[in-house]
Nanobody
Framework: QVQLVESGGGLVQAGGSLRLSCAAS????????MGWFRQAPGKEREFLAA????????YHTDSVKGRFTISRDNAKNTVYLQMNSLKPEDTAVYYC??????????????????WGQGTQVTVSS
């Protein structure tokens, strides 16, 4: 299985920026795509973005398109989520995930192989 270790969460003021990192390990890393999700209190887990390891093709949900950008550094086996122009409503626990691309994009959780531990992002007004 792919093991995922997240970092970069914290407290930021509205309008600020934050970059989350997700380091992946395991020999099967190259066979997976990676994605980011978030879950706010009382709400469902929400897909944000995904990226393929091989080609670096990216997918962003409309709710964050233009503000959040997913990227990867294959040499470091690390995926990033750059978050700009943060709003208080972005406050949530953010998770990275590894799995088949369309499973990530379609939130087919049964096809997602691994989840990170989650990292809290809090945006103050």
């Amino acid at each position: 299985q792919v093991q995922l270790v997240e970092s970069g969460g914290g407290l930021v003021q509205a309008g600020g920026s934050l970059r989350l990192s997700c380091a992946a390990s395991g020999r099967t890393v190259s066979s997976y795509s990676m994605g980011w999700f978030r879950q706010a209190p009382g709400k469902e887990r929400e897909f944000l973005a995904a990226i393929t390891w091989s080609g670096g093709n990216t997918y962003h949900t409309d709710s964050v398109k233009g503000r959040f950008t997913i990227s990867r550094d294959n040499a470091k086996n690390t995926v990033y989520l750059q978050m700009n122009s943060l709003k208080p409503e972005d406050t949530a626990v953010y998770y990275c995930a590894a799995g088949e691309l369309m499973g990530l994009v379609g939130s087919y959780y049964e096809s997602i192989d691994s989840w990170g531990q989650g990292t809290q992002v809090t945006v103050s007004s």
